[in-house]
Antibody
């Protein structure tokens, strides 16, 4: 069974950074790319970027360049996303989602990030 | 960026009714279109990919179609478990973009 287990919800101060994880199981981690998606409160979905764990290649939505950094650890089958210089605009739920021929076929449960002093 | 204009924004329908949601792409995306369902408090789930292909485990009352740059999701006989928000996604070119969502409720 394919499963993407994300790390817990975060409460962070403005200006700080946060790093979240997405641990994959039930498939060969390096056979699939991983996407990250933002869902702001009561809002729709935004694609942040994609990482190909096999070759450590990333592709970002221009809107999130400089904000998000995607990495992957093949030894632990885990993808990571770090968000930097957080503001209230970054308060949202963040999902990882597995890529299958460009579509997002399996999703993690989401990480709620709250930016507040 | 490719814009996906989704309509309606909300929809209230009766059980067993036929429901149709549409997405209009701002340019040609071929069949690179998916539909997702998001139930309250849950992650989105893939329903349709390649504009018309049903994802594994999805009931056959869901179907997708394409006419030029307009894409449609049809629910043939609405069930209680179908309530939620539906999104389209264009996977033709980066940045990948979603429609704004359609909130589906039972009348």
């Amino acid at each position: 069974e394919v499963k993407l287990q994300q790390s817990g919800d975060e409460l962070v101060r403005p200006g700080a950074s946060v790093k979240m994880s997405c641990k994959a199981s039930g498939y060969t981690f390096t056979d699939y790319a991983m996407h990250w998606v933002k869902q702001s409160p009561g809002q729709g979905l935004e694609w942040i970027g994609t990482i190909i764990p096999l070759i450590d290649t990333t592709s970002y939505n221009q809107k999130f360049k400089g904000k998000a950094t995607l990495t992957a650890d093949k030894s632990s089958n885990t993808a990571y996303m770090e968000l930097s210089r957080l503001t209230s605009e970054d308060s949202a739920v963040y999902y990882c989602a597995r890529d299958d021929q460009r579509y997002f076929d399996y999703w993690g449960q989401g990480v709620m990030v709250t930016v507040s002093s | 960026d490719i814009q996906m204009t989704q309509s309606p924004a909300s929809l209230s329908a009766s059980l067993e009714e036929i429901v149709t949601i549409t997405c209009q792409a701002s340019q040609d995306i071929g069949n690179w279109l998916a539909w997702y369902q998001q139930k309250p408090g849950k992650s989105p789930q893939l329903l349709i990919y390649g504009a018309t292909s049903l994802a594994d485990g999805v009931p056959s009352r869901f179907s997708g179609s394409r006419s030029g740059t307009q894409y449609s999701l049809k629910i043939s006989r609405l069930q209680v478990e179908d309530i939620g928000i539906y999104y389209c996604l264009q996977a033709y070119s980066a940045p990948l973009t979603f429609g704004s969502g359609t909130k589906l409720e039972i009348k």
